[in-house]
């Protein structure tokens, strides 16, 4: 399957507190997973990605979190900022030069 | 200086027109993309180039062509436009193999009316 589901659709949270954006697939032959993250208007920008051997990866305030038995990812945006607020997409890479991407999620951080 | 560029910014144009997207990357990578952004926002692939060549054809209607003059340019033809070629397209380019990041441009919003 060559699918990435991505939840929630949409996100509304309080400034300072914790964004939590899931995703799942169901491809074994997938091996690397980055996040993107795009403003109104703008192209997507790679924001962070992890490789299956890894179960966790932080970068400043965000993190990955992988589980491979589940076939699940997430990516948790800790003291979340008003300038966070974006559109998220996780994606999916199951070969040479392709990309799966979710279905985006839409964070709104509450000043 | 802008890493992926793409003109137009916006395109709008009657069915059955033709149009062209240009994209061009300063970054001096090997391998350039196509995605299709649609109005919720879903992002598919269209194609991906790698040193000028087809790699990737997301069972992209015939209508779509892409052309690569050279490893810094990637052009969009699309003929006979239909409503629903209506989107956002982006242009992305990366260092060739899995696992690199991808830069995209900024995006061209195709009206069809």
């Known amino acids: 399957q060559q699918q990435v589901k991505q939840s929630p659709q949409s996100l509304i949270v309080q400034k300072g507190g914790i964004s939590i954006i899931n995703c799942a697939y169901e491809?074994?032959?997938?091996?690397?997973f980055p996040w993107y993250q795009q403003f109104p208007g703008k192209g997507p920008a790679l924001l962070i990605a992890?490789?299956?051997?890894?179960s966790e990866k932080k970068e400043g305030r965000f993190t990955i979190s992988f589980n491979k038995s589940a076939k699940q990812f997430s990516l948790h945006i800790m003291d979340s900022q008003p300038g966070d607020s974006a559109t998220y997409f996780c994606?999916?890479?199951?070969?040479?030069?392709?990309?799966?991407f979710g279905t985006g999620t839409r964070l709104k951080v509450l000043a | 200086d802008t890493a992926v560029s793409q003109t137009p910014k916006y395109l709008v144009t009657q069915m059955g027109n033709d149009k062209s997207i240009k994209c061009e990357q300063n970054?001096?990578?090997?391998?350039m993309y196509w995605y299709k952004q649609d109005s919720k926002k879903f992002l598919k692939i269209m194609f991906s180039?790698?040193?000028?060549?087809?790699?990737i054809n997301e069972t992209v209607p015939n209508r779509f062509s892409p052309k690569s003059p050279d490893k810094a340019h990637l052009n969009l033809h699309i003929n006979s436009l239909e409503l629903g070629d209506s989107a956002v397209y982006f242009c992305?380019?990366?260092?060739?193999?899995?696992?690199?990041?991808?830069?995209f441009g900024p995006g061209t919003r195709l009206t069809v009316t």
């Open positions: 992305a380019s990366s260092l060739p193999g899995q696992g690199y990041e991808q830069y």
């Open positions: 491809n074994t032959a997938f091996d690397y």
């Open positions: 992890i490789r299956p051997d890894v």
């Open positions: 994606a999916a890479s199951p070969g040479t030069y392709k990309y799966i």
């Open positions: 970054l001096g990578h090997d391998t």
């Open positions: 180039y790698n040193n000028k060549e087809l790699i």
